[in-house]
């Protein structure tokens, strides 16, 4: 049997559970611009009954829970692009830079290349005018210092790098530092059987952070959660955060380092392996190939140049017009036998303009050595290629790599868009949503409020009833 | 279903790719070039390097071509003036061989033959920027010097190289003729020729002068065959400086259709970009903030 007090009850809990939804709905419109933040819906549901013999009652409405909506599986996908799109940033920027050495201008090292073989024909055609060897020798400098000027701006750029990675480092150290305490919070919430959506929102927003700075795999168990880097380095466990290192390695880069190991080559995403690509692989191999190109050049220049005689008859080879050995007469300082470091290190060993050997018979006027050393434009000097067509490949290459980055980022940033659209249509707050759920609560709310009345009413009823008969 | 309550970062990006476009569509007008940098086309920033290497190429041969003109054209005027100077010489032999001159005559002639020989020497030292264009290679001392032990009364001290220049991809050619094929060939020999006509006018043997005439014309006709190589020398660099000159224009035709900026298809991006940046900044004025809130009173 019922009873206008259980009625009472009732209608209570539905006030209750309306202001508690209001709430939510409430936190919802506040938060509406909050980055990653996932939107809030309470979960209301039946109270117990209460049976009366042959009768079920109701006992009204309970606010169960308050749960945030989100997408774990799009979550990992977009912290995945993320990735992606860290690493293609930090790669395009590097090779925007080093591209701009190799944009056609009247200082780049192919017009260095063209200069010098045409002082070369102009040797060729005036073999003992003194002005024009001494044009020789400008080109031959002019060509040395483009070499350098462009090996020191790659230098100097994966030093930047080098720098950008301990900033990077500490970056991320301070981001697993932060999601272990949350972790903390999350799991003492989570055994009293409380929602940490709020602490979750903010996680999953350190993750995307830390996703765009390294590839970052997450292990989620019942109340825990684990990172790691893509290749098993362990990043968080639970509360507890592992620090990464910067350390100058034997190369003389800044390595990174985790718990004593050097885990550099093993870090291929996000920004922190975009930044490593770009230092350790991209920016080398271009360094790798203009060290082919000027240790090429400066080799076979060499050859001719011992294998001639110089303005006044000597012989410009190992070997002096007596036949006694003398020290060959380069016009290049030679380049290291391995030729790493040649573009940097390349210089020209004469001051002297006299002794370029343009004669290829002892006489001034002789100009068949000149003519070797010109005809080496046109020869495939360097790993099958004349120099200007190997150094348009360097360009070329350089091009590629940059516009593939810049594609890839491009890509990236498209699907990131989507994902991101995608997870604000799972998670985030419309404002539509919000005013119609206010409407209903307020409006449930009033109605219960008037059960109270009704109520009210009977017990009134009630009352005056036993003060008549009484 | 449920669709993005926010589509305000879509509508950036969009802007922000619209700003994109318009930034690369004014480089491109201001620079005047599609490739500014090798990202922006690689294949044709590499075909860039080669065509300006080849444009450089082309401008350095035809300074080259410029710089050995001058000496061919002086020695082919040289050449020209020894061939009067010989048919002065030829001229005078004749007189001589005439057997009604006395010997006072014939010394006199002999006399003017012996300058003939030394203007010979002089013009066989031609000189040109410092260097002796008929001495071979060797073209830092005076080719010819006279020597009365000689029996042609000079010496040649030069050599018999001979120098090639290249003035284009596969042409090369010979920029000089040594003085030891020019005016001392065997059989040819200038100076033994006058040589011959001074002594035979001085000993005033006619049948000898008549040798010695025949001598001097045998080294004309040489001489003026030998013209020939100049001659043709010179029109080969008129030809091929001609060609390189239709070369580089076409190295910059192409230069331009590489790397040139199509300015109308330019302009016409860039008024696409904006027309799309303006509608899609009025859409994100006119669309955004309007929601149910705004009708509830």
Aim: glycine share 8%; net charge negative; aromatic share 4%.
């Amino acid at each position: 049997m019922s009873s206008l007090n259980a009625s009472l009850a009732t209608a209570l809990s539905g006030l209750m559970a309306d202001q508690g939804a209001l709430e939510t709905t409430s936190n919802n419109v506040a938060n509406a611009n909050t980055p990653g933040y996932s939107r809030e819906v309470p979960v209301l549901v039946t109270s117990d009954p209460l049976v009366v013999g042959p009768l079920t009652f109701g006992t009204g409405v309970t606010l169960q829970s308050i749960e945030s909506i989100r997408d774990p599986i799009l979550e990992s996908q977009i912290q995945q692009e993320t990735q992606t799109q860290g690493q293609s940033d930090a790669q395009v920027s590097a090779l925007q830079q080093a591209q701009v050495s190799f944009s056609n201008n009247s200082n780049d090292i192919g017009t260095a290349i063209s200069n010098f073989f045409a002082s070369l024909n102009q040797l060729s055609a005036s073999p003992s005018d003194l002005s024009v060897r001494q044009g020789v020798l400008t080109a031959a400098n002019n060509l040395a210092t483009s070499f350098n000027q462009v090996s020191d701006n790659l230098t100097q750029q994966r030093t930047n790098l080098g720098l950008s990675v301990v900033q990077t480092v500490g970056q991320i150290n301070q981001l697993t530092q932060q999601i272990a305490q949350l972790n903390g919070e999350i799991s003492n919430l989570e055994n009293v059987g409380q929602s940490a959506g709020t602490f979750i929102d903010q996680r999953t927003q350190l993750i995307d952070q830390l996703s765009s700075l390294v590839d970052v795999s997450v292990i989620q168990s019942d109340n825990s959660l684990t990172l790691t880097t893509a290749s098993g380095t362990a990043l968080v466990a639970g509360q507890q955060s592992f620090q990464l290192q910067t350390q100058l390695s034997s190369s003389g880069q800044q390595d990174v380092f985790a718990q004593g190991n050097d885990i550099t080559s093993t870090i291929v995403s996000g920004q922190l392996g975009g930044l490593l690509q770009a230092r350790d692989q991209q920016i080398p191999a271009i360094q790798n190939q203009l060290d082919t190109l000027a240790a090429g050049i400066a080799n076979a220049v060499n050859n001719v140049q011992t294998n001639g005689y110089d303005l006044n008859g000597n012989p410009t080879g190992a070997t002096d017009a007596n036949g006694n050995p003398q020290n060959p007469v380069y016009l290049f300082n030679p380049p290291p036998a391995s030729g790493t470091g040649a573009a940097a290190s390349l210089s020209v060993a004469i001051t002297d303009p006299s002794l370029i050997a343009a004669s290829s018979d002892g006489t001034p006027g002789s100009n068949g050595n000149a003519e070797a050393m010109y005809a080496l434009s046109s020869q495939a000097i360097i790993a099958g290629q004349s120099p200007t067509d190997y150094y348009s490949g360097i360009v070329a290459n350089v091009g590629n790599m940059t516009s593939n980055a810049t594609a890839e980022q491009n890509a990236s940033n498209l699907v990131l868009q989507q994902l991101n659209d995608q997870r604000a249509s799972v998670s985030g707050v419309s404002l539509d949503e919000e005013a119609a759920n206010m409407i209903q609560y307020q409006q449930a709310y009033a109605a219960s409020a008037q059960v109270i009345t009704a109520v009210n009413d009977m017990m009134y009823a009630v009352i005056n009833m036993t003060t008549l008969t009484g | 279903m449920r669709v993005n309550p926010n589509p305000l970062p879509d509508l950036l990006a969009t802007l922000n790719l619209n700003q994109q476009q318009i930034n690369t569509d004014l480089e491109e007008i201001a620079s005047g070039q599609s490739v500014n940098e090798p990202s922006d086309n690689p294949a044709a920033a590499a075909m860039l390097v080669q065509n300006a290497d080849q444009t450089s190429q082309v401008d350095q041969y035809l300074r080259s071509i410029g710089s050995v003109q001058g000496e061919l054209q002086n020695a082919d005027s040289t050449l020209s003036s020894v061939t009067t100077v010989l048919q002065r010489a030829i001229s005078l032999g004749t007189e001589g061989a005439n057997g009604t001159l006395n010997s006072a005559d014939r010394q006199a002639i002999a006399a003017e033959v012996q300058g003939i020989q030394i203007q010979m020497v002089s013009l066989a030292n031609l000189s040109y920027q410092g260097s002796f264009v008929f001495a071979g290679t060797a073209t830092q001392t005076a080719p010819y010097v006279l020597d009365p032990t000689s029996a042609s009364g000079v010496r040649y001290v030069g050599n018999s190289e001979v120098n090639n220049l290249t003035l284009g991809d596969h042409f090369s050619v010979q920029t000089n003729l040594p003085g030891s094929e020019l005016f001392s060939s065997p059989g040819n020999d200038v100076f033994q020729a006058l040589q011959d006509l001074i002594t035979n006018l001085e000993s005033g043997s006619t049948s000898g002068i008549s040798t010695a005439v025949s001598e001097v014309s045998n080294a004309y006709n040489y001489i003026n065959a030998q013209r020939v190589f100049y001659g043709n020398t010179i029109n080969q660099l008129n030809s091929q400086q001609t060609y390189l000159q239709s070369d580089s224009t076409q190295l910059a035709q192409q230069q331009d259709t590489l790397g040139g900026a199509d300015l109308a298809s330019v302009i016409g991006n860039l008024e696409n970009a904006q027309v799309s940046r303006q509608a899609a900044l009025e859409a994100v004025a006119n669309t955004l903030q309007t929601d149910l809130f705004n009708y509830l009173k």
